[in-house]
């Protein structure tokens, strides 16, 4: 249960957007993490930009272990932009590694990297098929601001 549970309290974040074109969108955001379901699960709110600016992405991560496949079983959904995405999450090395599939169909890889008590780098890729090279396509720069 430690895998994630790190992440209990509220960040803010520096967010990175690659664009298929090329191009690259700032924006800033908050994240949010806590306990659900008796302490079977975290879930999480990731919200950009801060608020109380309009949102432009508000989703949630419901994050369940599940001992039989010894993993997290992961469900993101961005109700905003009709966004949903599940994936299994497990420890590797220093980092956090989920592997999975979004609405679209596409192969998705999100990693927790540099993680310290106070900070961490995530790192959101894709790609169409195992053939493929994995695209960054979001980074999350997280400080904490609440424990």
Same mark, same amino acid.
């Given at each position: ?18 664009? &298929?074109?090329?191009? +690259?969108?700032?924006? !800033? ?9 008796? /302490? %079977? =699960? ?27 496949? &010894?993993?997290?079983? +992961?469900?993101?959904? !961005? ?9 299994? /999450? %497990? =420890? ?56």
């Amino acid at each position: 249960m430690d895998l994630y549970g790190w992440l209990i309290g509220s960040w803010e974040m520096d967010t990175v957007v690659h664009l &298929d074109d090329g191009t +690259i969108q700032n924006w !800033d955001g908050e994240c949010h993490f806590g306990w659900v379901l008796e /302490g %079977r =699960a975290i879930q999480d709110i990731w919200i950009r930009p801060r608020r109380p600016q309009p949102s432009t992405m508000y989703g949630t991560t419901l994050r369940i272990f599940d001992p039989g496949i &010894d993993g997290w079983r +992961i469900l993101w959904n !961005d109700p905003l932009n009709r966004d949903h995405s599940s994936q299994i /999450g %497990r =420890a590797e090395g220093k980092d956090i590694v989920q592997l999975g599939h979004d609405s679209r169909g596409l192969k998705t890889r999100w990693r927790f990297t540099e993680i310290t008590a106070d900070s961490f780098h995530w790192i959101g890729e894709e790609r169409s098929s195992e053939s493929d090279p994995w695209q960054i396509t979001y980074e999350h720069f997280a400080r904490r601001t609440k424990p």
